[in-house]
């Protein structure tokens, strides 16, 4: 019998640093990005000012990534994802991971693709709320890469899958389980704390979808744990412009200011572990909790690569292959 043609299944990411080394030109590369960050002075100026930038962001940055581990656990996660969906999806599908600011890069894994006789592909991006900023700038760079690199590369692209609703199972999932833990007499007390990664305040001006379909994973999340009080904010603010509210760091404030003792943290906009998962929350806000007289501070475990996150996202490959017109 003849081998089946190979079908790529494309994983799109941020990408993290690989090494304490890697975290300058990582964030340089991010820096660089007018499609996430539109530096001052002008496009001409972009490149040089992400130089001075991740130069001196680096420094403390760095300090962050060495509390994880020394490096971002992203590709790690990733690939185990496009591992175990392409083997949900059985073959002829073909793992890959392409990373917008580190690597594998597109230009690497696109390279690899021709190199495997791959001329058909879906791309899915991992950011599940759509925003120019990364999805956008992700699926453009890939477009971009594959037009030079693959020219011959046929794919199509899942771009947003906010109320996919395996995935909004699995992480009410991951919310039964991290209450589980409470005692029984507590759980009932126990706040949601929802936490989506926050955008400047002009890209929702502008139109870009992502607040919307954020309040839509959390409705569609509620909805399936049943009624009970949740919160929202918005975390990893970097820059001196206007970010979306609320902070994170302010409601946490808040439910402390109202005398609640339990507080569960749910990471929505992250599908893997990272420096944003790890540092921010693991370490930052849960001294920040505790020092409020937040006594139990938890988080909902990552995604990565939980057997209801997997089947779901096949599931979401399958869909995606039924009702399309492209050649994939
Ligand atoms: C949905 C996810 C993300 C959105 C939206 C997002 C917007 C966004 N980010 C920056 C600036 C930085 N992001 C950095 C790291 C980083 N960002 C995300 C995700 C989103 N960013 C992740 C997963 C990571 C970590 C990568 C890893 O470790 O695996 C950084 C570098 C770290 C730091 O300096 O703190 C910067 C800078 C902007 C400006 C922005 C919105 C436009
Ligand atoms: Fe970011
Ligand atoms: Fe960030």
């Known amino acids: 019998m003849p081998e089946p043609i190979p079908i790529g299944l494309v994983l799109l990411n941020m990408g993290g640093p690989d090494s304490l080394e890697a975290v300058e030109p990582f964030l340089y590369n991010l820096f660089s990005d007018r499609q996430l960050i539109q ?10 000012f992400a130089r001075i930038l991740s130069h001196f962001r680096a420094r403390k940055v760095r300090e962050n990534y060495r509390a994880i581990g020394g490096k971002s656990p992203q590709l790690r996660w990733t690939t185990l994802q496009a591992e175990g969906i392409a083997a949900a999806l059985g073959s002829p599908f073909r793992p890959y991971v392409a990373m917008r600011y580190w690597a594998p890069r597109a230009e690497e894994t696109l390279e690899r693709m021709r190199a495997d006789g791959v001329s058909r592909a879906v791309v899915l991006s991992m950011y599940p709320h759509y925003t120019g900023a990364t999805t956008g700038s992700s699926i453009d760079d890939f477009r971009r890469t594959a037009a030079r690199v693959h020219p011959e590369l046929q794919f199509s692209v899942i771009e947003q899958w906010f109320d996919w609703p395996g995935y909004l199972d699995a992480l009410a999932g991951r919310i039964r389980a ?9 759980r009932d007390e126990v706040q949601i704390l929802f ?3 926050a955008l400047p305040q002009r890209f929702i001006d502008r139109g870009d979808p992502y607040l919307e379909q954020v309040l839509a ?5 509620m909805q399936r744990l049943g009624e ?7 975390q990893s603010r970097s820059g001196p412009v206007a970010w979306m509210e609320p902070d994170t760091l302010t409601v946490l404030d808040g439910l402390a200011d109202e005398g609640y003792q339990a507080v569960l943290m749910v990471p929505i906009s992250f599908v893997s572990d990272h420096i ?4 921010e929350i693991d370490i930052e806000y849960s001294e920040h909790a505790r020092k409020q007289g937040i006594r139990r501070f938890s988080r909902t475990p990552s995604l990565n690569d939980h057997p209801d996150f997997i089947a779901a996202m096949a599931d979401l490959v399958k869909f995606h292959l039924e009702g399309t017109d492209a050649p994939l």
Do not use: C, I
């Open 228 to 234: 009970r009080p949740w919160r929202l904010g918005f």
């Open 178 to 186: 991290a209450l589980e833990e409470y005692h029984e007499l507590m």
């Open 276 to 279: 944003e998962t790890l540092h």
């Open 39 to 48: 530096l001052p002075l002008g496009s001409v100026l972009q490149r040089p």
């Open 217 to 221: 994973t959390v409705k569609g999340t």
């Open 195 to 197: 936490s989506a990664h």
